[in-house]
C-alpha cells in the first residue's frame, strides 16, 4: 500500500479503503470540469454526489474507471493505483461496475447476452456457468422472464435493472451509478432505487450521482457537495442535508426543495 | 405514424409513405393512377412507333429471331458475370472491412494506419475502375514475373475488389460512425478490451445499419462486371457483342440489358423492403419506450 495519509479514511480507522481519488483535474478543451477532487471511500460505503447539472458528478464518476483520461491527480482501487504507468486499463475496469443514466444495454442482444458478455470474454467463463449465474442475477432483479428478449422491448426500469445486473456479473468490488433514474418515468424511479437499496444493504461498495434527495437521505453512509468541480462540503446526510455550512450549499438545497424534490 | 408501423412489403408497390415507387396513391387514385399511366406511356409508344425510322429500328432492335437465337448464348455467358460478382463481392466485404475498422482507429498511435486507409479510399476511388483493369489485367502479365498468374479473369476480378472495396469501406465507416460512443464506453466499463468491443458491439451494430446502402453497391459492382470484357475476357457484354455482330443486328443487346435488369432489379426491390423495414422498426423501437 502506497497510500498518503493526508486524508482520513471517513468510515474511521481500520476500515480498508475501496477508493482513493487525489487532486484530481479534467478539463475539456477550455472548459474546467473538475479542479481537484479529493475523495475516500471506504469497503461497504456509499457516497451520494450531489450538485447541479454540470457540475461535474458524471465526469468524476467516468474518469474514477479511466473513461475518461484524467490531465492530473491520481486513483487508487483496493489500495493499488490505476493512474500509474503501465496499468492495465482493462484489467482495472472489470473490478469497477458502472451504471448510466441512458441504460447504454447493447440493443442488438438479448438481456442474457448483455449479461453474460462480459463474464464470458472478459473473464474466460464457460457458456453454461455464465448464464447460470446471469440468470440467478435476473432472477433476483425479477428479471427472469425477460432474459430472452431484446432490451427495446422492455420498460425503463426494467432497461435499467438489467444494465445493474450486467454491471454486477462482473463482481465488481465497487460500483458507481451515474444518475441511474434520470432518464425514467417517475413510476419507475422507486423499482429502481428499491435495487440500490438492496445492494447498499448487502454491503456493497456505491459512489452514486444523484438528483434523488430523498434516495441519498435513505441510502447514503455519506453525501458530497460538488461544486464548481470540487467537493465543496461532505458529510452525513442527516447532517449536510438538514444544516449545511456553506452558502452555496444552502442555496442548492433551497433551491430542490422549492422544486419539491427533498 | 400507424400508417408506416403498419406497412407491409406489398405496400412498396402501392406507395404507402415508406416507399414513393408510385407516388403515393390512396384508394380512389388507383383509377386515375392507371389511366394516367396509360395515357402517358401511350403517347410515348405512339411517338416512338410513328417516327420516321422505326421500321428500321424494330428491324435492328427487336428482332424476335435475333432474339431467340442469341438468348442461351447470352444466359451462358451471364454465368461468367455471376461468378466474377459473387468472387468479388466476398472479397469486397472482407477488404473493405479492414479498411475502415483501419480508418476508425482512435489515437496517435494509429495515425499512419488511419493514413494508409485514407490514401487507399481516396486513389481507388478517384480513379475509373476501368483504367485499373487496364493497368493490372494488361499491365501485370506483362511484368512477365515467374509465378505471377496472366489470367485476364483474376487480375480483372482484382481490380474491381481494389476499387469496390474503397466505396464499400466508406459505407461500412459510416455505420460505424453511427453507433453512439455510450455503446462503447459500456462495453470498455466491462472491461472488454477495445478489439472486443468494436467485434461484440460495434460492429454487428453497425454491420447491420448498413446493410441496405451495402446491397445498393452490390447493384454498382454487378453492373461494372461488364468492364471485364475490356482485357479480353468473354462474359455477357462480350459475349453479346459478338453475337451482335454476327447477326448483323442490335437485339442482343436488348437481351443483354433485360439479363441485367433481371438480376438488379430484385436487389434494388430487397434494399427498398430492407430500408422501409428498418425505419418501421426504428420507429416501433422509440414508440416502446
Known sequence: MTLSTALPTPAGPGAAEALRVEGLHKSFDRLRVLRGIDLSVAEHEVVCLIGASGSGKSTLLRCINLLEPIDAGRVWIEGVEITAPGVDVDRVRRRIGIVFQAFNLFPHMSVLRNVTLAPRKVLGLPRENAEARASELLERFGLAEKRDEYPDRLSGGQQQRAAIVRALAMHP?????????????????????????????????????????????????????????????????????????????????????????? | ??????????????????????????????????????????????????????????????????????????????????????????????????????????????????????????????????????????????????????????????????????????????????????????????????????????????????????????????????LISFVGVIEVFRRTQIEAGGAFNFTPYLVCALFFLAVTIPLARLVDFLAARDRRRQLAGTRAR
Request: glycine share 8%; aromatic share 8%; with cysteine.
Open chain 2, 1 to 226: 405514424m400507424s400508417g408506416v408501423a403498419d406497412s407491409t412489403p406489398g405496400d412498396l408497390l402501392l406507395g404507402s409513405r415508406g416507399s414513393r415507387l408510385f407516388g403515393r396513391v390512396q384508394r380512389g387514385g388507383v383509377l386515375l393512377a392507371t389511366a394516367s399511366t396509360v395515357v402517358v406511356f401511350g403517347a410515348i409508344g405512339y411517338l416512338i412507333v410513328t417516327a420516321p425510322g422505326w421500321a428500321k429500328v424494330q428491324k435492328a432492335f427487336f428482332n424476335a429471331d435475333v432474339f431467340a437465337a442469341s438468348f442461351p448464348d447470352i444466359a451462358r455467358a451471364l454465368l461468367v458475370n455471376v461468378r466474377i460478382f459473387v468472387l468479388a463481392e466476398t472479397l469486397i466485404l472482407v477488404l473493405a472491412l479492414g479498411l475502415a475498422v483501419m480508418r476508425s482507429l482512435p489515437g496517435p498511435v494509429f495515425f499512419p494506419f488511419r493514413l494508409m486507409a485514407v490514401a487507399y479510399i481516396d486513389f481507388f476511388r478517384g480513379v475509373p475502375g476501368v483504367l485499373v483493369i487496364f493497368l493490372l489485367a494488361l499491365g501485370i502479365p506483362g511484368l512477365r514475373l515467374q509465378g505471377v498468374s496472366s489470367d485476364a479473369f483474376l487480375w480483372g476480378v482484382i481490380a474491381l475488389v481494389l476499387v469496390w472495396s474503397a466505396y464499400v469501406a466508406e459505407v461500412y465507416r459510416a455505420g460505424i460512425e453511427a453507433i453512439h460512443p455510450s455503446q462503447e464506453a459500456a462495453a470498455r466499463s466491462l472491461g472488454l478490451s477495445r478489439v472486443q468491443a468494436l467485434r461484440f458491439v460495434v460492429l454487428p451494430q453497425a454491420v447491420r445499419r448498413v446493410i441496405p446502402p451495402l446491397l445498393n453497391d452490390f447493384i454498382g459492382l454487378q453492373k461494372d462486371t461488364a
Open chain 1, 173 to 262: 468490488d465497487l460500483l458507481l451509478l451515474d444518475e441511474i433514474t434520470s432518464a425514467l418515468d417517475p413510476e419507475l424511479v422507486a423499482e429502481v432505487l428499491d435495487v440500490i437499496r438492496e445492494l447498499a444493504a448487502e454491503g456493497m461498495t456505491m459512489v452514486i450521482a444523484t438528483h434523488e434527495m430523498a434516495f441519498a437521505r435513505d441510502v447514503a453512509d455519506r453525501v458530497c457537495f460538488i461544486d464548481e468541480g470540487v467537493i465543496l462540503e461532505q458529510g452525513p446526510p442527516a447532517e449536510l442535508l438538514a444544516r449545511p455550512r456553506e452558502p452555496r450549499t444552502q442555496r442548492f438545497l433551497q433551491r430542490i426543495v422549492s422544486a419539491g424534490r427533498l
